[in-house]
């Protein structure tokens, strides 16, 4: 091997490293506090929380790695954000178990849709600004906690807000991770963290046994699995395609789906492909070589890895923040997300009655049959937009 060939193998493992911890520092510190908001609002103890966190890392890590390996292109999974938002958001009241039961329904649906050409088909005609509106409609639920979080503990929410928002103009990839390191340093120097709080070591996963509620299946499993579908699978097999690849979509339903019904025990809620971060590793800056990026997969193995044998620590350091100054960093860590779902349900003018009223469904939060606001968002927009859609057509 020559120098320059030397040279050449040696940038292109520091770039795929480099995108590789970039992409991992950006998932996971943006929204690992929805994740654990999520884990305690269905009754998640330490441990189970802790479990479900690692359940999550060890699932990308595998996942990433075999359908990277098999078909030799970056094809980067993450759990799914908007699912942890509607967990959080429509929660309140679940059991443990029956919420578990709902993540096997929505990894089931997700296998099942990698099985069935038809149902995958149905699944992808869902109208984009309808998908859009049930998303927006969950984040916005979040993100109304960023004001009133800023009220109760203002010396530390609101130069939270200021250093997002300035990171945001000029550095926009690493405001979210920037502000929960911050966040994380104003705990400590307010003393949330007491000399007992936080312990190191390994994390082991703690099974258990999945409650099947139709009520939260249907509440929760359902609208898990097309927020997934809509918000994460759909653009991150886009986000494969603009990269020049074209990705095996039903194999890749097929293993994340099955990924979550069997980690749904141990507190995984949904593995999906990835979007924001694979965008970060599917391009040039990653490796000049296309055929050489699938190589990701294993620096991104061994870091989300060992992320999930660290889990229960991370648990720990966060559970110890104050409350407002999580809702407060989750919020803000959601406001790309929102801002990108209220553009999308905008997009197609003659789209925006069924988008808005989607939206303000699913915003609203009431509850039918004890079936949440996520799944009767989409029912009444789907209803008014086929409704609008026929009586064009018969018009015609």
Known sequence: MTDASLHSARSGWFSLISSTVTAVVVGFASTILVIMEAARNVGASPSQQASWAAALCFGMAITSLFLSWRYKMPMITAWSTPGAVLIATSGSGISY????????????LMAVAGLIKPLEKAIEKIPAPVAAAMLAGVLLRYTLGVPGAAMALPWAVLPLIVVFFALRLSYPLFAVPVVVVAGVAIAGFSGSYAGDCCSFGITTLEWTTPAFDWQTMLSIGVPLFLVTMASQNLPGFAVLRASGYQPPVQPALLVTGAASTLLAPF????????????????????????KKRWLVAWPYLVLYGLIGLMAASFVQVLGAMPKDLVTAIAGLALFSPLMGGITAMMKEPRDIESALVTFLVTASGLSILGVGSAFWGLVAGLALYGARHLIQRNRR
Do not use: E, Y
Request: glycine content about 12%; overall charge negative; some cysteine.
């Open 97 to 108: 178990q029956n919420a578990l039961g709902a993540f096997v329904t929505a990894g089931v």
């Open 267 to 290: 507190g995984s809620h949904a593995i999906n492909m990835a979007a924001i971060t694979a965008s970060i590793v599917t391009g040039p800056d990653c490796h000049p070589d296309p």
